[in-house]
């Protein structure tokens, strides 16, 4: 397991940095952004963007989730080579059709979202203008999504880590200039997200297609779809679980409190861009290989131990430090903070349902994931419309919670029952129990400094791998290898202060 667990390490942490890069930049803009546009600017983007998010679910196939399970599964290379390039061309017809369909349905869709509810920050010619750049935008993404999966597939996980960081710096730049420098607000960021993901689309294309021959097969093309449509319903259902209270707070209460849980939301799922997404993107692979040589289940069941540890240490450090960061902000964001704990821990458990329905995609039953997510869904739109109208944004951020929770919980239920792997799981509650623990201690911290308190709350957070240890978490063979590596840390710290004095010597 140590290899494994080694292979794990290194492979997240490639795809990691990209995801790592992606919040630092975040936060270095995160208060010029909230001085260039309101709350307003934030909740009418949301909408826009999570509209044309949704049309591409239901008429995109998910295709780029079949590509990585098709592939493994054929054996001459000659057969991946078509799977890949065929689920390539279809992602480019659907993607420009998809276009072609929004443009013509922007109209629509500014009356439905925007004009119903009088008068509006911006003209109906303005939003029409938006949608069009957003769902070209969306047509960039869909055919990226092929050559990013053909990355992971030949685990260039450097490569796509640089290619992701030099996408961030690209969209970094071009905020700069549309939002800072130019002053377009709201029509600035949506430039800039177009141009980022052609940008994307052009160096996953050209990887592509530099070590692969176009071909275009029907059969492949069924099987693309065969796996990939069922998950249709799930992410379709999935979407409304995780934008659908946007929309009810866009029709129960005000576009600036979309903003502000907009605001919750971006803290919130760091958890997923800085631990679950490195994780997933290299262990999907990896697990698909494991359970092809039929030596998943214990891989699995320590895999799973390792990313709670990982993932809900992450999420304990942004809820302690949450009102510290915020500052930064302008005044009316910064009631956000109250929101971001439970969003936290909502993608704890979002990124564990990933995890559990892994099992699933092995054994390909993926109408069980449509199945889970289906149930989660209404049982968000139930807390939704119970809860947002009365209790707004804090109302949604409970909702989110309550429902991932859910949805972990069916996740290993269903994966159980089709293929038993035998977690551990009171490890992993111990987990959540100690970071919950030491969030409470942070909130004690008394100091009215925000730098002598987001030191102490820091402090306090960096003590979780301690805490384990004294209660009693690691197991012996964990524990030797903590002290080896311990040891040899201390030993080449010796090392070096050695080398450094004799070079200092006469």
Same mark, same amino acid.
């Given at each position: ?134 769902? &070209? ?132 799922? &760091? ?45 304990? &450090? ?93 996740? &290993? ?94």
């Amino acid at each position: 397991m140590v290899d494994e667990l080694k292979g794990i390490a290194k492979h997240s942490f490639l795809y990691g940095i990209g995801n790592w890069a992606r919040p630092l930049i975040a936060f270095t803009m995160f208060g010029v952004y909230t001085y260039y546009l309101d709350l307003e600017d934030m909740g009418v983007y949301r909408l826009l963007v999570l509209s044309v998010e949704v049309i591409g679910l239901v008429f995109a196939g998910r295709i780029d989730a079949a590509v990585m399970r098709y592939f493994f599964e054929r054996k001459e290379p000659v057969d991946r080579n078509r799977v890949v390039t065929t689920a390539f061309l279809l992602v480019l017809s659907i993607g420009a059709g998809l276009f072609f369909l929004g443009s013509f349905c922007s109209p629509a869709l500014t009356a439905l979202l925007f004009e119903r509810r009088g008068a509006t920050k911006f003209s109906s010619e303005e939003y029409v203008f938006f949608f069009r750049l957003a769902f &070209l935008t969306l047509n960039l993404q869909l055919v990226a999504q092929v050559g990013a999966a053909y990355m992971k597939i030949c685990k260039r996980s450097l490569l796509f880590s640089f290619t992701t960081i030099a996408g961030i710096f690209f969209g970094l730049a071009c905020n700069i200039i549309f939002v800072v420098w130019l002053g377009m607000g709201l029509k600035g960021i949506l430039y800039s997200s177009l141009l980022t993901n052609g940008f994307l689309m052009a160096v996953y294309t050209v990887f592509l297609l530099r070590s692969m021959k176009i071909s275009f097969s029907s059969r492949d093309a069924r099987d693309l779809f065969s796996y990939g449509l069922p998950l249709v319903p799930g992410s379709f259902a999935y979407f409304v679980i995780t934008f659908g209270d946007n929309f009810v707070l866009n029709e129960t209460r005000t576009r600036e409190e979309v903003g502000l849980y907009t605001t919750a939301v971006k803290f919130g799922i &760091l958890v997923s861009s800085a631990a679950t997404k490195p994780f997933i993107e290299f262990w999907r692979v990896r697990a698909y290989e494991l359970y092809a040589k039929g030596r998943v289940r214990l891989k699995q069941r320590q895999a799973t131990v390792y990313y709670t540890y990982f993932v809900i240490f992450v999420a304990m &450090l942004i809820s302690i430090l949450i009102d510290e960061v915020i500052m930064v902000a302008e005044g009316s964001y910064r009631e956000a903070s109250k929101m971001v704990p439970l969003l936290a821990l909502a993608y704890v458990f979002a990124g564990l349902r990933l995890v559990f329905e892994l099992v699933l995609h092995m054994k390909k039953k993926t109408k069980i994931c449509s199945v889970i997510t289906m149930i989660s869904m209404v049982i968000n739109v139930v807390l939704n419309v119970t809860l947002i109208p009365p209790y707004g944004a804090m109302g949604a951020a409970v909702a989110t919670l309550a429902t991932f929770m859910a949805m972990a919980v069916l996740a &290993l239920w269903f994966s159980q029952r089709t293929f038993y792997i035998r977690y551990d799981l009171h490890r992993m509650a111990l987990l959540i129990v100690t970071a919950l623990s030491l969030y409470g201690v942070s909130r004690l911290v008394p100091f009215s400094s925000v730098f002598l308190a987001g030191a102490v709350k820091l402090m306090v957070g960096m003590a979780f791998p301690l805490v384990l240890w004294w209660i009693g978490f690691y197991r012996p063979r964990e524990k030797r290898k903590i002290g080896e590596f311990w040891a040899a840390f201390r030993l080449r710290l010796q090392k070096s202060r050695s080398e450094r004095s004799g070079v200092g010597s006469p």
